[in-house]
């Protein structure tokens, strides 16, 4: 089985994939990861064999990262195939996930903090926007997914109905967050298209992310942060990291950041590092002698 049919089985795999209900930013993963493999195949020819992959993602101009992903797409495609019968065995099972470096990722200090949520105060929206994100830890898509119905002042909740694996879950915030949606949704315009919390203010529909994220660059400049690149996800590692080092437990964080596992959650744990030289300086057992030199 050579050339272009390897494109049905392409479309096959992703028809699959939506009716195992996957997530659309999902799916459009799967989408795009496997198109550059099956047109390398066919405009040379070739089968999936675990040397032509090798030389596909040998000729990939991307980072570690990247490489990673591509290779987890084409990891789950591949077993896929063999399961289905395209493939008999399962060519990738012989590929290594390549070896990543540590990233540390974005965190705001408490004062740029400060800067953005002052920055924010010009609009109930952006105010009541930023606090969730950084209140809850919630995803940018989770965020633009949350509707009217989602949100308990009362308890103060909200419903993630749309979590990564399709799964529901309960976050919660603080009362200042909760003042501040409150206020929102007061002023909220009544010509909404649609129940989303967050709407675009020019088109009053849903946030998109693509939204979500030039709202928060908008206010990143506004409260001129330096040296930061700030967005949704600078947001919710924020939240994590600063959940960790005021003291939170990673069983709670895994919690409300929508992981299946502490894993995830334990990585903030290493990640405040950066902190560890203030507590040598308090707790040393040599320093606090205060010796003499």
């Not at 926007?129 to 830890?137: A, I, N, R």
Request: glycine residues 6%.
């Amino acid at each position: 089985m050579a050339g272009k049919n390897w494109e049905l089985a392409r479309q096959d795999y992703l028809l699959a994939k939506q009716l195992e209900g996957v997530s659309p930013r999902t799916l459009s993963d799967y989408d795009g990861g496997t198109r550059q493999f099956v047109e390398y195949l066919e405009s040379n020819d070739l089968n999936p064999t675990t040397a032509t992959i090798r030389q596909f993602l040998s000729g990939l101009d991307v980072g570690p990262v990247t490489l990673g992903i591509r290779i987890k797409v084409l990891r789950t495609f591949c077993r896929w195939l063999h399961a289905e019968g395209y493939l008999p065995t399962d060519v990738m099972a012989p590929i290594p996930n390549p070896k990543v470096p540590q990233v540390f990722p974005y965190v705001l200090a408490e004062e740029d903090i400060r800067k953005l949520i002052q920055a924010a105060r010009r609009k109930p929206r952006d105010l009541a926007l930023v606090l969730v994100l950084l209140d809850t830890g919630i995803r940018a898509s989770e965020c633009c997914n949350l509707t009217i119905d989602d949100v308990d002042l009362d308890s103060k909740s909200l419903l993630i109905r749309n979590g990564k694996g399709q799964k529901e879950r309960y976050v919660f915030f603080s009362g200042i967050t909760a003042r501040a949606i409150s206020r929102w949704l007061a002023y909220r315009p009544t010509d909404a298209f649609n129940d989303a919390i967050f709407i675009s203010q020019k088109t009053h529909d849903g946030m998109t992310r693509n939204c979500l994220a030039v709202a928060i660059k908008r206010l990143e400049k506004r409260a001129g942060i330096k040296g930061t690149r700030v967005s949704p996800h600078t947001l919710r590692h924020t939240f994590a990291t600063r959940w960790i080092l005021n003291g939170g437990d990673t069983h709670s964080l895994q919690k409300m950041l929508g992981h299946t596992t502490t894993r995830m959650a334990e990585r903030y744990v290493h990640l405040v590092g950066a902190d560890v030289s203030e507590l040598h300086r308090r707790y040393s057992p040599v320093g606090r002698l205060r010796l003499v030199a």
